[in-house]
């Protein structure tokens, strides 16, 4: 900010500019309120107000202006109080706020916490109903969940996301958002009222035992995806309910809605409101479970279980929806700038070459895709298991319920621990928990299933049959499991790609979105369907899945141990050139100009070549 000062007369500029000793010059306190020095006649005045060399000042004759000072500010100026910075715009008021947190921001950030709230819990209530009808039905088992991840729900993710996409270019957000939700509430609510009473009637279970008959005991897997096609589309809308509501709907919403400074602040706390609501789900299904202790014979308790709850996740769903018109309705939305980063698009070859050449992407990789084969692998034998030891739907259901809620206990106690194990312990620990975690009680759960027989005794003193304990171990395993990778293992995967360049950064992430999600998610269920069909059965196949878990699990350890080492190493880079870059900053120095006023420059000392402040030549500048 630069403050002129205009004086009587004609400012007159010298001939043949002197240095002098550097004064300091006059604050802006000084600058802007105290009166204007009185300068003797014949001397001009300079900015800094140092007098200058006497020289001729002709009379004023005719009007005189009047004395004034004249402030010239420049653009920084507006830019150091700026509204990105939490301060109100120079003119604007200031907006009134709850708890240091603007009301607007209330009015986005609760309406987001109700909907992230009402989508995860009807999510974890359709999540446990599906395993309960694919693995409990007539005629099935948990061998059909491999064929119906692989051959059912991935073609109708595929089918989905182009028909969204289409979707997309003709109809508004609103529309969009509306057009998306609905068909699914429409689908829940027709299932536990129409479409699971007339189930005796639309499968086709006469013609599944002949293809049986056929085929043999081997094929009962993809044969009960036909024997019970009702059961298996809901299991894919539930699926779908998670990945197309949860990602696609409400965090494309909420990135819409939002700031960055408010996502940084409150974005962390839905997490923790995602497992309060996986805590408060899980008690809802135990209790509807519990129904068919109440109702008298003859009376299916599991049909009276599954209207209950679709009930509430189509009342859940309306709500959604009107939260979401009122916040379109209540709400503005945030200016963003129009200018659009593009994002490379890569095929499925040019994905696979790219991970191929990096070895940090490689290793990131690894960990993404070891981690979906591994939980498929023990996940699947444990609903066999689970099945085994609790047929009937409603005590299934039951169990699930139960197993939801201290998931979501553990998950939340997990994520207040997770910062102080990044801090304490660092990314490399952090990120060897959850193959940690998988590895041990995999080892548990199988020695329970194969080596079950020699340990009978020891069970038996705890009251528990070699089947229950490992019911119990495989549960506490998916538990521990999943606690960890959404506590540990995806924060550690986000922070890997912060150091990478933004080049790398990017084609990296779009190179695991594109083939190492879909090959972990699919990976272990193709080794399953593998193993099924060539040993006969899910439990004749469980010593050569153990050996597979065993492999896998080795070189996840091993890959986020390499990966460590690069994290670090990139860290250490980053933070030796920050350092670099705050050890080359130029101190700016005051220095006179040949026009004799006094100014600040960084140049004129550390580049002689840009002026020399003890001899200036340059030509004098007019004011």
């Given at each position: 900010m630069e403050g002129v000062l205009q004086t009587k007369g004609l400012l007159s500029l010298p001939s043949n500019p002197r240095t002098r000793v550097f004064q300091s010059s006059l604050g802006l306190k000084q600058r802007f309120f105290s009166t204007k020095p009185k300068t003797p006649a014949g001397f001009s005045l300079s900015s800094n107000g140092f007098q200058k060399f006497p020289s001729f000042v002709p009379k004023n004759y005719g009007v005189v202006p009047k004395e004034r000072n004249l402030f010239i500010c420049r653009a920084e100026a507006a830019a150091a109080a700026s509204p990105g910075d939490g301060q109100p715009a120079f003119g604007e008021p200031e907006k009134p706020k709850v708890f240091g947190i603007e009301t607007v921001t209330f009015k986005k950030i609760i309406p987001l916490g109700l909907m992230f709230f009402c989508i995860l819990f009807n999510y974890t209530i359709l999540r446990d109903t599906k395993d309960v009808l694919v693995v409990t039905a007539k005629g099935s088992s948990a061998e059909i969940i491999p064929f119906l991840k692989t051959w059912v729900n991935l073609p109708m993710a595929v089918g989905f996301m182009l028909l969204y996409t289409k979707l997309s270019n003709v109809l508004s957000k609103k529309a969009l958002f509306y057009s998306v939700i609905l068909p699914f509430i429409a689908f829940f609510g027709a299932f536990g009222f129409v479409l699971y009473p007339l189930s005796g009637y639309i499968h086709p279970e006469a013609l599944a035992d002949s293809l049986l008959n056929v085929l043999g005991p081997r094929f009962l897997g993809p044969l009960a995806i036909l024997r019970i096609w009702s059961f298996c589309l809901f299991y894919v809308?539930?699926?779908?309910?998670?990945?197309?509501?949860?990602?696609?709907?409400?965090?494309?919403?909420?990135?819409?809605?939002?700031?960055?400074?408010?996502?940084?602040?409150?974005?962390?706390?839905?997490?923790?409101?995602?497992?309060?609501?996986?805590?408060?789900?899980?008690?809802?299904?135990?209790?509807?479970?519990?129904?068919?202790?109440?109702?008298?014979?003859?009376?299916?308790?599991?049909?009276?279980?599954?209207?209950?709850?679709?009930?509430?996740?189509?009342?859940?769903?309306?709500?959604?929806?009107?939260?979401?018109?009122?916040?379109?309705?209540?709400?503005?939305?945030?200016?963003?700038?129009?200018?659009?980063?593009?994002?490379?698009?890569?095929?499925?070859?040019?994905?696979?070459?790219?991970?191929?050449?990096?070895?940090?992407?490689?290793?990131?990789?690894?960990?993404?895709?070891?981690?979906?084969?591994?939980?498929?692998?023990?996940?699947?034998?444990?609903?066999?298991?689970?099945?085994?030891?609790?047929?009937?739907?409603?005590?299934?259901?039951?169990?699930?319920?139960?197993?939801?809620?201290?998931?979501?206990?553990?998950?939340?106690?997990?994520?207040?621990?997770?910062?102080?194990?990044?801090?304490?312990?660092?990314?490399?620990?952090?990120?060897?928990?959850?193959?940690?975690?998988?590895?041990?009680?995999?080892?548990?759960f199988f020695s329970l299933i194969l080596f079950g027989g020699p340990l009978s005794p020891a069970i038996a003193s705890l009251g528990m049959t070699p089947l229950l304990a490992a019911v119990y171990v495989g549960a506490l395993q998916n538990i521990f499991s999943k606690s960890a990778k959404y506590s540990l293992f995806d924060p550690c995967k986000e922070m890997a790609y912060i150091p990478l360049d933004e080049d790398t950064k990017v084609k990296g992430k779009a190179a695991i979105d594109v083939v190492c999600n879909p090959l972990g998610k699919s990976g272990g269920a193709l080794i399953q369907q593998f193993m099924i069909l060539t040993f006969g059965s899910l439990a004749n196949s469980t010593p050569y899945l153990g050996g597979v878990l065993l492999v896998i699990v080795l070189a996840w350890l091993a890959a986020a141990s390499s990966l460590d080492k690069q994290f670090t190493a990139l860290r250490q880079e980053e933070e030796l050139e920050k350092e670099m870059e705050r050890a080359a900053v130029k101190i700016p120095v005051v220095a006179q100009e040949g026009g004799g006023n006094g100014s600040l420059a960084s140049d004129s000392v550390l580049n002689p070549t840009a002026g020399d402040s003890t001899g200036g030549t340059k030509p004098p500048r007019n004011m």
């Open positions: 809308m539930a699926e779908l309910w998670g990945s197309v509501v949860i990602s696609v709907l409400f965090w494309g919403f909420a990135n819409q809605i939002t700031t960055v400074e408010e996502a940084k602040r409150f974005y962390p706390l839905f997490g923790l409101g995602a497992n309060v609501a996986l805590i408060f789900s899980g008690r809802t299904v135990k209790y509807f479970s519990k129904l068919r202790q109440n109702l008298g014979p003859g009376v299916d308790g599991w049909a009276m279980s599954l209207r209950g709850m679709m009930s509430i996740v189509v009342m859940l769903g309306f709500a959604i929806c009107g939260l979401y018109w009122w916040v379109n309705a209540y709400v503005p939305l945030p200016t963003r700038s129009k200018k659009k980063k593009e994002k490379p698009k890569m095929g499925t070859m040019e994905s696979l070459k790219f991970l191929v050449s990096s070895p940090y992407i490689r290793d990131l990789a690894t960990l993404v895709v070891a981690y979906g084969i591994s939980i498929n692998v023990v996940e699947v034998t444990w609903k066999s298991k689970l099945k085994a030891q609790f047929p009937s739907p409603n005590e299934y259901s039951s169990f699930m319920g139960d197993f939801s809620t201290a998931t979501g206990i553990a998950t939340f106690t997990m994520m207040l621990l997770s910062q102080v194990i990044f801090e304490k312990y660092g990314w490399g620990v952090a990120a060897k928990i959850t193959p940690t975690v998988l590895l041990l009680t995999g080892v548990g």
